[in-house]
């Protein structure tokens, strides 16, 4: 009899201690199954963030969620996100056995750069184990506005227009402008409203094209351009390295230079890359391969117009067409196809 009690005395002091045990053996809360409603965003846009937790103990564990965002090229050098910008945190949230979704609305913040960033869900617990699967990222590209439009010319269901000396055509996927040593510039163009329900599109803007130069004169200018009114802003270049910001009235068919025909053959290259124009009121910048050339300070600008621009003979391609910005109807503007095709200057 003594011995018996013995032995049950040891077998539930031996129980115990392993329930204990448990209690404080380190759980692996895993975060699985991210998910963001768009990985192209714009600075105050809102996002959808859904995860997974998966729980593998039989019991609430107590953890702190964090959404963080963080420049990818910094995460990618440290894989760190200390220096991330934490988006919302919950620092007591009791997750149950088993998986549990979650589903949050972010915003992004106004105050960061446009770029690529990580969108990073990290979970921690008292008793966490340290293991790496409890951090899930996404990557997202942050803009100044929301995307107006695309075009990659894999199938021509948008509708460029040409002027009276154009010429282009879609050729392998990609539009491609070219004409003979004339004298005149050639373009192909779009409408604000042609692509959308509205006449223009507003600051901040942001319009880039891919270009190449296949063949013809290396010292021409092509690139690419947005009408304000009855002024057209173009941003040109050559494969010598020269680029430039000018205007070109329509009504009195002259052209002027807002910033002169400046060389920078180490940031162009050959002239073969993405052409960038930003416009945040009154600021236009012009960049190169997303690194900045120059700027210049217009003020008001609405833009109801896109070109893609070749000057005389050189054979130019142009692919992934992006347009950002605020779309808006203003009085008075009258857009009329027919009036393109008067244009007869020389440069």
């Not at 959404?67 to 945190?89: C, F, M, Q, R, W």
């Not at 942001?206 to 057209?232: A, C, F, M, Q, W």
């Not at 700027?295 to 000057?311: C, N």
């Not at 910005?325 to 007869?344: C, D, P, W």
Request: glycine letters at 6%; aromatic letters at 14%; charged letters at 20%.
């Amino acid at each position: 009899m003594k011995q018996s009690i013995l032995i049950f005395t040891i077998l539930l002091c031996i129980t115990f201690w392993a329930c204990e045990e448990d209690e404080t053996k380190p759980i692996d809360v895993s975060v699985t199954d991210l998910y963001i409603s768009s990985t192209l965003t714009y600075l105050g846009d809102t996002l959808i963030v859904e995860f997974v937790l998966r729980n593998p103990s039989d019991r609430y564990i107590d953890v702190s969620i964090e959404l963080i965002i963080i420049k990818a090229h910094t995460y990618d050098l440290t894989e760190n996100y200390s220096d991330g910008i934490i988006l919302v945190s919950w620092p007591n949230e009791e997750i149950p056995s088993g998986s549990s979704l979650k589903l949050y609305n972010v915003v992004i913040p106004s105050s960061i750069d446009i770029g690529d960033y990580y969108l990073i869900v990290a979970v921690s617990s008292e008793n966490d184990d340290d293991e790496t699967n409890n951090i899930s990222k996404k990557s997202l590209t942050v803009k100044l506005a929301p995307l107006v439009f695309t075009d990659n010319f894999s199938s021509n269901y948008l509708q460029w227009y040409t002027t009276y000396h154009g010429n282009f055509e879609i050729v392998n996927g990609v539009l491609q402008i070219s004409g003979e040593n004339d004298g005149y510039q050639h373009n192909a163009y779009l409408n604000i409203h042609d692509i959308s329900g509205y006449n223009a599109v507003e600051s901040p803007t942001e319009y880039i094209v891919e270009v190449s130069h296949i063949s013809g004169s290396t010292n021409e200018r092509y690139g690419i351009g947005l009408k304000s009114g009855i002024v057209r802003y173009f941003y040109h270049i050559t494969e010598t390295g020269y680029y430039t910001l000018s205007t070109y009235n329509i009504e009195s068919n002259e052209w002027g230079d807002l910033i002169a025909w400046t060389y920078a053959p180490y940031k162009l290259g050959s002239g073969e890359g993405k052409m960038r124009i930003l416009y945040n009121d009154p600021e236009i910048v012009l960049y190169f391969n997303d690194e900045e050339l120059d700027s210049y300070e217009v003020s008001a600008l609405k833009f109801t117009s896109i070109y893609l621009y070749q000057q005389r003979d050189p054979v130019i391609q142009f692919d992934n067409v992006e347009l950002y910005g605020y779309l808006s109807n203003f009085a008075g503007q009258v857009i009329l196809h027919e009036n393109e095709g008067l244009e007869i200057s020389k440069i």
